[in-house]
């Protein structure tokens, strides 16, 4: 279950990664940025918000962002951090690129491997939790046993074209960046928005 607050950003999610994406070697050329959709992930402690981004560039390019918010910074992860946000209900968050964060990773292998379901997306109303319809739906294609990879697994991320590969214990997550470039992979976790879709937005191997 992901719990959404009614709540103002400062710089909102959009502004972050307008001014984080540009240095990305992938994004390059992509031009303004406007949300096509999003889809969340449930961290099992309740303590990270675990959230991936498709966004649309002016060129028609779609790019798939995972973004995890934290309430302290993420020890060594420094290289990784998007930026920081004021929330007007839960203080200033610290937002990372998913690809860094292991309990985004762990989440990503879960839902891939085992075809665990996305978070279910309640909006806090007035004290009471209403449904929300997530913009972006992703499915898992495997029905394996859960990989539970642990929170600290050392997480050896690069970048490889227009996809990120990362490496997680005996696992290989490789992230599609650029959305319809493909990937191949024993399992893959594939998207669907409004405006596209069906894509594979990332698949999962065993380490080489």
């Known amino acids: 279950m992901a719990l959404i607050h009614r709540a103002t950003l400062r710089p909102t999610k959009?502004?972050?990664l307008a001014?984080?994406?540009?240095?990305?070697?992938?994004?390059?050329?992509?031009?303004?940025?406007?949300?096509?959709?999003?889809?969340?992930?449930?961290?099992?402690?309740?303590?990270?918000?675990?959230e991936a981004h498709l966004v649309q560039g002016s060129d028609g390019t779609v790019l798939h962002v995972p973004l995890t918010y934290r309430g302290a910074p993420l020890a060594g992860a420094e290289h990784a951090l998007v930026g920081?946000?004021?929330?007007?209900v839960l203080g200033t968050?610290?937002?990372y690129d998913g690809c860094a964060d292991p309990v985004w990773v762990a989440a990503l292998a879960r839902a891939v491997l085992t075809g665990a379901p996305q978070a279910e997306e309640l909006i806090d109303?007035?004290?009471?939790?209403?449904?929300?319809?997530p913009t972006a739906e992703v499915t898992g294609?495997?029905?394996?046993?859960?990989?539970?990879l642990p929170v600290d697994t050392p997480l050896t991320p690069h970048d490889d074209g227009p996809t990120t590969v990362v490496r997680a214990g005996g696992l290989e997550l490789v992230v599609v960046?650029?959305?319809?470039?493909?990937?191949?992979?024993d399992h893959v976790l594939t998207?669907?928005?409004?405006?596209?879709?069906?894509?594979?937005?990332?698949?999962?191997?065993?380490?080489?």
């Open 14 to 16: 959009l502004e972050l």
């Open 19 to 50: 001014t984080w994406l540009p240095d990305r070697p992938w994004a390059a050329g992509a031009g303004a940025l406007q949300q096509a959709g999003a889809y969340r992930f449930d961290d099992p402690a309740g303590e990270v918000g675990l």
């Open 84 to 88: 920081t946000t004021e929330h007007s």
């Open 93 to 95: 968050r610290w937002v």
């Open 125 to 133: 109303v007035d004290g009471e939790l209403v449904p929300r319809e």
């Open 141 to 148: 294609s495997g029905r394996e046993d859960d990989p539970s």
């Open 177 to 185: 960046r650029v959305v319809g470039t493909g990937q191949a992979g």
């Open 191 to 208: 998207g669907r928005w409004a405006t596209g879709g069906p894509a594979t937005l990332a698949a999962v191997r065993p380490a080489p």
